[in-house]
């Protein structure tokens, strides 16, 4: 049978570095294709639905989308920017059969441009660059050309790509161009592009078929749900079809397809039967596994998906021991914490969760402190109780040589504070690889992912806020010798109770507080910061003795306390040391010691000098 392509369907994934436009610039695609009523009340960045994109402003998981344009269904698919979502980005590129790049008018390829832009290129997917933000007063549309085609040389791309136009858009505007200079006065040039220079999906339509399931979502009312692209035959609802996996000679019973759904803007349709080319959802299949291919009874033939990057970061989940173990949670079990973590395994191929020692507690290894941390926070609005440790790089023996992960970090800072960037990066052995710019500086460092831990906060810190940084992993290289740990030690707690504002005031003067007056604490946890190196026990739950002589001055209403710093879970995560623990409930964070009791403390730490 003659393969031919089907002119009516466009398949594309919006690629980006974080906070580039990816999301909003598909609110402006959805809104111009006619997707929306007119009169519909649609929110900004309508395909960010989940509770934490919207709070934080990131994109967590990958979704599908559909419009019309031209008599063209073109199925888009918006990806994660951050770095440690990649995984994310990986396997959905093996739905389409192009991608869009787009980079921001200032701040130009960022290290997670270089990541995705390769992973395209690795799957010769063709690459229709858009230059975005161009209605920023600071855009530097020349600049930027040159910095994007630098990128496809350095990358190998093909002399074809070289050729292919650069668009200029402003997602907020809803306009794109062939010339920055030209204002443009909606999107239809992006759309021209997409039909011109993505190739239409081309495979044997009367074959049996074949569909690689790239992503798993879940309903309750149908149970699991695959998505991906048909890349032979056709599917029909109700008809049997069984599962199999690339490198795996078992095939599963055959199954009826309950549900057959195709999306069009942010809606799943059903559909009767689609065909070779078409992104769509399947249900009806109990075990279906991202990587599988869903095929014909009579012709099993599963298709190759792509290798995920392996994880660099690991983080011990446990059981929640602590004194109020059990008052705020809903699953505090080990039975719970198990079955949501192997849940989650079925969604993130990026994550990766091995048994302990111990019944009790769970190795978890990600791409970063983020993806781990959307992890823990989403557990706690689910209604778990847990505690986590430290996180830590995931070492590998290359060579007879221990490696670690290596990472691109880029940070973008006003000029007055690089040497300040540079000189932190340095005792965290890092390397300085290019540093331009005048009033602003970018400057990019290969540093070791443990060198990362912690710092964000200090960043921040050393560039009054106004600087930017990213980082992407880059390898995995020799082990680069000890690190800088953190340098002072916390305040804590001596005993059980309440605390109290004549007790605080006593302890805010030997470092600064994470907690206020009338906080629930215990023996062993952590209520400040220091201001020297080494831990501090403080009664921070101590009260002011009555007596019968009325002193206005030494009353405790007067006692004035410094400000509280209230620490999120990124923070509290960087602050806890490799002896302390971090609680985690639906409404709490309570950093703690591993080892709660004072005196068992210092016997360990006595043990620990003799051995």
Avoid at 151 to 156: G, K, P, Q, R
Avoid at 170 to 197: C, H, K, M, N
Avoid at 339 to 355: F, G, I, N, W, Y
Avoid at 552 to 563: I, K
Wanted: with cysteine.
């Amino acid at each position: 049978m003659p393969i031919r392509p089907r002119e009516d369907i466009r398949n594309i994934a919006i690629i980006a570095h974080v906070d580039h436009g990816k999301t909003t610039l598909v609110d402006g695609m959805l809104r111009q294709s006619g997707a929306f009523r007119a009169n519909q009340q649609v929110v900004e960045r309508v395909m960010d639905s989940g509770d934490l994109e919207r709070e934080r402003g990131i994109t967590i998981l990958a979704k599908n989308t559909a419009i019309h344009w031209g008599g063209v269904k073109i199925n888009i698919v918006d990806t994660p920017g951050h770095a440690d979502f990649s995984g994310e980005v990986e396997r959905v590129l093996k739905m389409v059969h192009g991608v869009m790049l787009l980079v921001d008018a200032f701040e130009g390829p960022m290290p997670q441009t270089r990541f995705v832009l390769r992973k395209a290129l690795e799957l010769h997917l063709p690459v229709l660059v858009c230059v975005n933000k161009t209605d920023r007063t600071d855009a530097r549309c020349d600049e930027i050309i040159d910095e994007i085609l630098d990128l496809l040389i350095e990358l190998n791309a093909p002399e074809d790509q070289l050729d292919r136009p650069i668009l200029f858009t402003s997602a907020r505007q809803g306009t794109a161009t062939l010339d920055w200079r030209e204002p443009g006065d909606d999107l239809t040039p992006l759309f021209e592009a997409i039909v011109r220079y993505i190739p239409a999906p081309a495979g044997d339509r009367e074959g049996p078929a074949q569909m690689l399931i790239s992503t798993i979502d879940y309903s309750d009312y149908v149970g699991r749900i695959g998505i991906g692209r048909i890349e032979r035959g056709t599917l029909v609802k109700g008809m049997m079809a069984v599962r199999c996996t690339y490198g795996d000679e078992a095939v599963t019973p055959p199954q009826r397809l309950n549900g057959l759904y195709t999306f069009d803007g942010l809606a799943r349709v059903d559909a009767d039967s689609v065909s070779m080319g078409d992104i769509v959802a399947v249900s009806g299949f109990e075990d279906l596994n991202i990587g599988d291919t869903v095929c014909d009874p009579g012709s099993p033939a599963p298709l190759p998906f792509v290798r995920i990057t392996d994880p660099t970061v690991a983080m011990t989940f446990s059981v929640n021991d602590s004194p109020f173990a059990g008052r705020e949670g809903k699953y505090v079990t080990s039975r719970h914490l198990r079955a949501r973590l192997m849940r989650e395994l079925q969604t993130d191929v990026s994550l990766r969760v091995a048994e302990t020692a111990t019944p009790d507690a769970f190795l978890v290894s990600g791409r970063g402190e983020l993806h781990l941390s959307i992890l823990i926070e989403t557990m706690r609005r689910q209604g778990y109780e847990l505690q986590v440790s430290k996180p830590e790089v995931l070492l590998k023996a290359l060579d007879g040589q221990t490696c670690e992960p290596l990472e691109r970090m880029v940070a973008d800072v006003p000029q007055a504070y690089a040497g300040a960037v540079i000189e932190k990066i340095g005792r965290r052995r890092g390397t300085l690889e290019s540093m331009t710019g005048t009033d602003r500086v970018r400057l990019e460092f290969l540093v070791p992912s443990r060198g990362l831990f912690g710092y964000r906060s200090e960043f921040m810190t050393d560039t009054r806020g106004e600087g930017i940084m990213s980082a992407v992993f880059e390898a995995y290289v020799p082990h680069r010798g000890d690190l800088p740990t953190r340098t002072v030690g916390a305040l804590v707690a001596f005993e059980t109770g309440d605390t109290t504002s004549y007790g605080l005031y006593g302890a805010q003067e030997r470092g600064s507080l994470f907690i206020g007056p009338g906080v629930p604490v215990y023996a062993g946890m952590l209520v400040g910061s220091s201001s020297r190196p080494g831990d501090i026990e403080v009664n921070v739950c101590r009260k002011k003795h009555v007596t019968n002589t009325r002193n206005a001055a030494s009353a405790e209403d007067s006692l004035r306390l410094v400000s509280v710093r209230s620490l999120s879970l990124e923070e509290c995560l960087e602050f806890i040391a490799d002896d302390e623990l971090l609680e985690v409930t639906p409404e709490s964070l309570r950093m703690r010691k591993r080892v709660l009791g004072h005196e068992a403390r210092l016997k360990m730490v006595a043990r620990k000098g003799k051995g």
